[in-house]
């Protein structure tokens, strides 16, 4: 599996843009910018995914070669992630509270990601979320997040 922040640097080259630049369309401090460019996990584990999202579609990268399998239910077309979090939480007889427990989070953490908030915690919580839930992770990411709706 290719390296994001490796494919990330190489991409802002190609398009003949400086780090500041690149850091300033992403609403980043530069050492922000810096760290996505400089460390292997930093997209995974810190920068929230709808920044790691425009990422993507700013540097045409695909951003599905990334994600690694992690097997489950498939998620058809136009899915909501908020939507499917909660229709799957309640098909599998989870409370609010214990859906939380499992991702490791407060009780509110449900609400929050059941409202659309998902994108506002870095990718390793989307991960963490299917896993919960049973989904197959990229098709999540494709359908659920990356889509547009």
């Known amino acids: ?5 490796e494919t990330l640097r190489r991409r802002r080259e190609e398009v ?12 980043l401090t ?12 930093e997209w995974r584990t810190v920068v929230p995914l709808y920044i ?8 045409e990268i695909d951003m599905l070669q990334f994600i690694p399998d992690q097997s489950g239910a498939a998620v058809g077309p136009n899915a ?13 007889g989870l409370s609010a509270e214990a859906f939380a427990d ?7 953490f449900t609400s929050f990601v059941e409202a659309g908030g998902l994108i506002l915690y ?11 839930l049973g989904l197959d992770l990229k098709s999540f990411m494709r359908h659920g997040l990356l889509a547009p709706h």
């Open 1 to 5: 599996m290719p390296a994001f922040h």
């Open 16 to 27: 003949r843009m400086g780090e500041g630049r690149a850091s300033h369309l992403l609403g």
């Open 30 to 41: 530069t050492m922000g910018y810096y760290d996505l460019e400089a460390y292997e996990d």
């Open 52 to 59: 790691t999202m425009f990422a993507y579609r700013v540097f």
């Open 80 to 92: 909501l992630a908020g939507d499917l979090i909660k229709e799957r939480r309640e098909t599998m």
């Open 102 to 108: 499992r991702c490791g989070y407060a009780p509110v």
């Open 122 to 132: 870095p990718f390793e919580v989307a991960r963490k979320v299917c896993e919960v």
